[in-house]
């Protein structure tokens, strides 16, 4: 069974600073594209940025230049490094991977069940 743990969420000021991480688990052969979404409430659920399997991004254009995404193929693992956060950054933060799973040969994609990031004063 392969989870999507999420882990870094919280309380903050704005300006500040929070690292998200999320890490997959199971019998995986190889992982591909993996980023991270937002659902802000009442808002649609949208991509805040993607890398992939060679280190290539996009981010969402509010958050470029305050947020950097990175990975660990070794440890199937994604971060979010997020700075000068402001309150509209407030949202539920979902991790999103396309893995390889054995014993098969093409990627599936896998959610976690997301991480609340508030900001606010």
């Known amino acids: 069974q392969v989870q999507l743990v999420e882990s870094g969420g919280g309380l903050v000021q704005p300006g500040g600073s929070l690292r998200l991480s999320c890490a997959a688990s199971?019998?995986?052969?190889?992982?591909?594209?993996m980023g991270w979404y937002r659902q802000a409430p009442g808002k649609e659920r949208e991509l805040v940025a993607r890398?992939?399997?060679?280190?290539?991004?996009n981010y969402l254009a509010p958050v470029k230049g305050r947020f950097t995404i990175s990975r660990d193929n070794a440890k199937n693992t994604v971060y979010l490094q997020m700075d000068s956060l402001k309150p509209e950054d407030t949202a539920i933060y979902y991790c999103n991977a396309e893995l390889v799973t054995y014993p098969y040969y093409y990627a599936v994609v896998y959610w976690g069940k997301g991480t609340l990031v508030t900001v606010s004063s």
């Open positions: 199971g019998s995986i052969r190889s992982s591909n594209n």
């Open positions: 890398i992939s399997r060679g280190g290539n991004t």
